[in-house]
């Protein structure tokens, strides 16, 4: 598949006049696409009803006519001012109860009806008007569910709908307080619309109750694209994308992208460093300009199980953001290495946000492929550059990965309910092992929790998961790879109780957690060979063949050859050691990168990224920093 390159682009923000002129430069830079439209509710309806629709057909028919291909957003994530009006209780509240009002963006309870009722409107307004327009070649539908932690609401109509939601799951009140375990503390109900939303408890609310709040809430995200969906469908059969984010987990993504075409996500990789990645200060000074090696591959990876093997960049970093702590401008080639970072995990498409820096608002401070004086900014020649190199390059086909890892938002959901100690995250567990398997120079598919299929593997890892499904169970009977749980893997119900057996009731796999611990960072608990457990160590009781021991002798990992369990969250020694060790077991071949250089590869090729600020070599290749190299495969 030939890859492409796109842009955000804002022609409300500019004078028509410039349009033609902004569009053929888009062309000259070797840009097709363009994204339009996902904020532009104010200009397209500026009073209820009154649809000022003509400035988006020229600036469609502008983009169009000059050769680019047209992604149309529904501007749900920015409903204007009189939708307040009309719905006055349409925003969400926060958890303490605080009105997130009019001002910015993202202003809405995904619960809200009344909102609901617009946004299938302006839908439909938009899908009936556009859905046969040969310009418009994909659709988004809003913009970032979740960004600005707007997916949980306590508001009262998602109070209203998580009551019908619970009545439709659990039948009776009698079932609901007996899954809960609402005995425990005399928090028993009698009717559904006696249960408040798990805020403003005097202590922490049942975790039970929590984890189906932030189940219901995730559903209401998943149910308000899908309406959009479902209206774009009937005009248009043009490809429906959503554009997720960097580490936002509060809404099922799988659960989306299957009513969905192509998944994509924004990468801003400095931003995230700051912000996001949860890494200390030495790894932030050493990658500040750069961004984390493994964060952008992560969700280049976890994107592409979510678009069932279509996904794209939406927005990428084209120089300094607004919104981190710092926004350092990147090192130069950093928008190159980034967009080859995708095109090598099998993007479609990378677009960057955005055109041009707007002078005014918000995001005055954030950077564009142009300056606000539409003189060209750095990042337009590095664009330009991975143009020309596309367009030499034969086409790049994703290669199937040997290494499976297994994602699941309801865990990282449990585990933020009751994380048992503060450094408990699910997404940094992932995510370390994630690290520790690229570091090695293995290409790494995310698996969904209900994978079927585990054939293509020979290693498949699944910490931390909550509860193992059926299909995944199944699908581990026949498989002829190795799969290593743990830590903390099949350890509770889906109603967050303790499961009996108690785990993690492996089949085949004689171990019982017997209990778990949580630690001081500063006190790592030593391992035998090399490195320690961190945050999290469970003491493993049964006959399985110990594989791996604590300092003291106590196992931490055990099983045969397929089926592992590791009682421990490791740190970067140990998991190092263990990972590698296995990927030899299963006669995989990892590799010793230098520091800051990484790997990945497409069907054909090999491709080298340097994120390091010194020049590497690496086996007959010498990279400078931000330096990218391609190799054919033997
Ligand atoms: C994204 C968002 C864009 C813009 C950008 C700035 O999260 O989708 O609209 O705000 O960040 O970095």
Avoid at 232 to 253: C, V, W
Avoid at 612 to 628: K, M, R, S, T
């Amino acid at each position: 598949m030939k890859r492409s390159l796109g842009v955000c682009y804002y022609p409300e923000h500019w004078p028509e006049e410039i349009w033609p002129e902004d569009a053929a430069r888009m062309v000259d830079a070797g840009l097709s696409w363009v994204r339009i439209g996902e904020f532009a509710w104010s200009v397209m309806e500026p009073k209820p009803g009154d649809l000022q629709l003509d400035w988006l057909d020229r600036a469609i028919d502008v983009l169009g006519n000059t050769g680019l291909k047209v992604i149309l957003g529904t501007p749900t994530a920015t409903p204007p001012r009189w939708v307040g009006t009309k719905y006055p209780d349409m925003y969400a509240r926060d958890a303490l109860g605080n009105v997130r009002g009019f001002g910015s963006r993202r202003h809405y309870c995904f619960s809200h009806e009344g909102y609901r009722t617009e946004s299938r409107r302006i839908t439909e307004i938009l899908a009936k008007r556009y859905g046969q327009n040969p310009h418009i070649a994909a659709w988004q539908t809003d913009n970032e569910y979740g960004c600005h932690d707007t997916v949980l609401s306590y508001s009262d109509a998602a109070k209203t709908a998580f009551q019908n939601w619970l009545s439709q799951k659990y039948q009776s009140p009698q079932a609901l307080n007996k899954a809960w375990g609402n005995v425990f503390w005399s928090m028993d109900y009698a009717e559904f619309n006696e249960i408040e939303l798990p805020n403003l408890t005097v202590t922490e609310p049942n975790p039970a109750h929590a984890l189906a709040f932030r189940r219901f809430s995730s559903d209401q995200v998943v149910s308000f694209n899908r309406e959009q969906a479902d209206i774009l469908r009937k005009y248009s059969d043009a490809p429906l994308i959503h554009n997720y984010m960097g580490r936002e987990t509060d809404f099922d993504h799988f659960a989306m992208g299957t009513d969905l075409d192509i998944a994509s996500w924004d990468s801003y990789p400095l931003g995230f460093l700051e912000d996001r990645v949860g890494d200390g200060p030495a790894h932030q000074r050493a990658f500040a300009q750069q961004g984390d090696p493994d964060f952008q591959a992560f969700h280049n990876d976890l994107y592409r199980a979510v678009g069932r093997g279509r996904w794209w960049i939406m927005e990428q970093q084209p120089g300094p953001v607004n919104w981190a702590p710092v926004n350092p401008s990147p090192l130069p080639g950093m928008c190159r290495l980034w967009a080859w970072e995708a095109f090598a995990h099998g993007a479609e498409t990378v677009c960057f946000f955005r055109w041009r820096q707007a002078p005014f608002a918000q995001e005055q401070m954030h950077a564009g492929l142009l300056r606000p004086d539409s003189v060209a900014a750095p990042g337009l020649d590095e664009v330009k550059a991975v143009a020309a190199e596309l367009s030499q390059m034969p086409d790049v086909e994703t290669a199937q990965a040997r290494v499976g890892l297994v994602f699941d938002y309801a865990s990282e959901w449990a585990w933020k309910v009751q994380p048992q100690g503060k450094d408990f995250s699910y997404f940094r567990l992932v995510f370390e092992i994630y690290r520790a398997l690229r570091k090695l120079g293995l290409d790494v598919d995310i698996l969904p929790p209900d994978t079927k299929d585990l054939s293509p593997y020979n290693l498949v890892l699944a910490p931390g998961i909550l509860s193992l499904s059926d299909p995944l169970l199944s699908a581990i009977k026949t498989f002829e790879g190795r799969v290593i749980f743990g830590p903390r893997a099949n350890s509770k119900t889906t109603e967050l109780s303790i499961t009996d057996p108690l785990p993690p009731a492996i089949p085949g796999l004689d171990v019982t957690v017997a209990r778990v611990e949580t630690f001081r960072a500063d006190q790592p608990r030593p391992l035998e060979g090399c490195g320690h457990a961190k945050h999290w160590m469970e003491e493993l009781e049964g006959n399985a063949p110990v594989l791996a021991r604590s300092a003291t002798g106590a196992p931490v990992l055990v099983g045969d050859t397929k089926v592992q369990y590791l009682g421990c969250w490791l740190d970067e020694d140990a998991m190092h050691r263990v990972l590698k060790n296995a990927c030899l077991e299963v006669g995989l071949a990892p590799i010793e990168l230098p520091d800051g250089l990484r790997r990945r590869g497409t069907r054909s090729h090999d491709i080298y990224l340097n994120y390091g600020v010194d020049p590497v070599e690496h086996d007959g290749i010498a990279l400078e920093p931000a330096g990218v190299a391609w190799r054919e495969k033997t």
